[in-house]
C-alpha cells in the first residue's frame, strides 16, 4: 500500500536553532502534502497545504515565515521550523492523499516529535 | 465556524461492542472518514463514508447520515490492541480534513 515516511522520527534541539523534517511518498506522487501538528492528548492542527511547484497554503495562525515549506518534486516536502522555541516542541505529522485500489485514501506519516530545549 | 463532536473517553470490555458518536458543523462537506491513532504514532486510515448509511470493514463499521450531520464508528469484538484514540473527520474539501479532539478508547479485559 501507500507509504509516507519522515525524517527524522524525532529531534531535540537548542532555543533559536532551525529544524528541517523532510517527508516522502514512497511509491506514488503526491501533488499535495499536508502538514499538521498535534500537542499532547490534542487533535491534529492542520498547518499548511503543499503544493509542489507552488507556495504553500497556510491555515490562519500559522507563521509562513516560521514554518517554510517547500515541495520542491512529487515525492518530498519538506518542514523548516526556523528559530525555534520550546512552545515548538510538538508532534510534526506530514499526510498525503493516494489513490489506492480505486480508492482515494489519506496517508499519514509516523511523524516528527520536536524537543526544543 | 467549523465545530466537532465526540465523546473524550470511553472505556469497554474486551470482546464488547462499541459505538463512537461524532456530529460535525462545516462550512463543505466531502465524506467523513476515521482514523485511529496509538500513543505516539500516527493516524491511520480507519474507513470512509462518503454517502448515508453503513460501510463495514472487519470488525469495524461506520456509520452517516449527511442530513444529520452525524455519523459513528462501531467496533465488534473489542481486543485489547484496539485501545487507542479514534478521530473522526469530515472532509472539508479541496481535499482537507477537519479532525477533532477525538475519543480516547480504553478496552478492558
Known amino acids: 500500500g501507500a507509504v509516507v515516511s519522515q525524517h527524522p522520527s524525532w529531534v531535540i534541539c537548542k532555543s533559536g536553532t532551525s529544524v528541517k523534517i523532510e517527508c516522502r511518498s514512497l511509491?506514488?506522487?503526491?501533488?499535495?502534502m499536508f502538514w499538521y501538528r498535534q500537542f499532547p492528548k490534542q487533535s491534529l492542527m492542520l498547518m499548511a497545504t503543499?503544493?509542489?511547484?507552488?507556495?504553500?497554503?497556510?491555515e490562519q495562525g500559522v507563521e509562513k515565515d516560521k514554518f517554510l515549506i517547500n515541495h520542491a518534486s512529487l515525492t518530498l516536502s519538506t518542514l523548516t521550523v526556523t528559530s525555534a522555541h520550546p512552545e515548538d516542541s510538538s508532534f510534526y505529522i506530514c499526510?498525503?492523499?493516494?489513490?489506492?485500489?480505486?480508492?482515494?485514501?489519506?496517508?499519514f506519516g509516523p511523524g516528527t516529535r520536536l524537543t526544543v530545549l | 465556524g467549523q465545530s466537532l463532536e465526540q465523546p473524550s473517553e470511553v472505556t469497554a470490555v474486551e470482546g464488547a461492542i462499541v459505538q463512537i458518536n461524532c456530529t460535525y458543523q462545516?462550512?463543505?462537506?466531502?465524506?467523513l472518514s476515521w482514523y485511529q491513532q496509538h500513543d505516539g504514532g500516527a493516524p491511520t486510515f480507519l474507513s470512509y463514508?462518503?454517502?448515508?448509511g453503513l460501510e463495514e470493514t472487519g470488525r469495524f463499521s461506520s456509520f452517516l447520515s449527511r442530513s444529520d450531520s452525524y455519523g459513528y464508528l462501531l467496533l465488534q469484538e473489542l481486543q485489547m490492541k484496539d485501545s487507542a484514540s479514534y478521530f473522526c473527520?469530515?472532509?472539508?474539501?479541496?481535499?482537507?480534513?477537519?479532525f477533532g479532539t477525538g475519543t480516547r478508547l480504553t478496552v478492558i479485559p
Open positions: 463514508n462518503a454517502l448515508d
Open positions: 503543499s503544493n509542489e511547484g507552488s507556495k504553500a497554503t497556510y
Open positions: 511509491d506514488f506522487q503526491a501533488t499535495t
Open positions: 462545516t462550512s463543505g462537506f466531502y465524506g
Open positions: 473527520a469530515p472532509g472539508t474539501g479541496a481535499n482537507n480534513l477537519f
Open positions: 499526510s498525503a492523499t493516494a489513490l489506492t485500489s480505486g480508492n482515494t485514501n489519506r496517508v
